[in-house]
T-cell receptor, first 114, second 117 residues
Framework: AQTVTQSQPEMSVQEAETVTLSCTYD???????LFWYKQPPSRQMILVIRQEAYKQQNATENRFSVNFQKAAKSFSLKISDSQLGDAAMYFCARRGAGSYQLTFGKGTKLSVIP | GAVVSQHPSRVICKSGTSVKIECRSLDFQATTMFWYRQFPKQSLMLMATSNEGSKATYEQGVEKDKFLINHASLTLSTLTVTSAHPEDSSFYIC?????????????FGDGTRLSIL
């Protein structure tokens, strides 16, 4: 089975500090895509960052960056200079190169402490 | 940017009622749309893949006759929960993949909260 595991049900971070959310996955494919989605209380799914498995360079989007370790099948999300608006559920997701179906992890609830 | 509209955002109805949820891609064509279900404090579970002009592909354990999916045009997919019961209460989210965009990510609707009394 192609699974995505987020081992941290909840995390908290002080405002302006840095936090890292963990994600590991299982796949037999060599080419695939990884994503981090944010779901605030409004329940809308917002794409935070994506990574193509064939790219060695870690993706970055402003304050968000990933640490992609392909051999270890690890895909962690680092949020720098955390802001109150970052508080949300964060879901790690994977899809194969030949499929458009996403497999989601169980999510990590991030709280930002003012 | 690409926008997906999902309607209604909230439905409260009596047991036995059938409920239709619409998912529209407002500014792009979507050959493929996806329907997810999310229980409180849980992740999104894929229910089915909706393909324009053909039958939907359902995930294992999802009742086809219970959750009817129609994708009659490149901008609209509908999910009908037939004869809904309290156990069908959940948050339903759709997403759409823009046709011809290769590996671009899916765009999600805002979800529909379904409550069956």
């Amino acid at each position: 089975a192609q699974t995505v595991t987020q081992s941290q049900p909840e995390m908290s971070v002080q405002e302006a500090e840095t936090v890292t959310l963990s994600c590991t996955y299982d796949t037999s494919e060599s080419d695939y895509y990884l994503f981090w989605y944010k779901q605030p209380p409004s329940r809308q799914m917002i794409l935070v960052i994506r990574q193509e498995a064939y790219k060695q360079q870690n993706a970055t989007e402003n304050r968000f960056s990933v640490n992609f370790q392909k051999a270890a099948k690890s895909f962690s999300l680092k949020i720098s200079d955390s802001q109150l608006g970052d508080a949300a559920m964060y879901f790690c997701a994977r899809r194969g190169a030949g499929s458009y179906q996403l497999t989601f992890g169980k999510g990590t609830k991030l709280s930002v402490i003012p | 940017g690409a926008v997906v509209s999902q309607h209604p955002s909230r439905v409260i109805c009596k047991s036995g009622t059938s409920v239709k949820i619409e998912c529209r891609s407002l500014d792009f064509q979507a050959t493929t749309m996806f329907w997810y279900r999310q229980f409180p404090k849980q992740s999104l579970m894929l229910m089915a893949t909706s393909n324009e002009g053909s039958k939907a592909t359902y995930e294992q354990g999802v009742e086809k006759d219970k959750f009817l999916i129609n994708h009659a045009s490149l901008t609209l997919s509908t999910l009908t929960v037939t004869s809904a019961h309290p156990e069908d209460s959940s948050f339903y989210i759709c997403s759409a993949r823009q046709t011809g965009t290769g590996n671009q990510p899916q765009h999600f609707g805002d979800g529909t909260r379904l409550s069956i009394l």
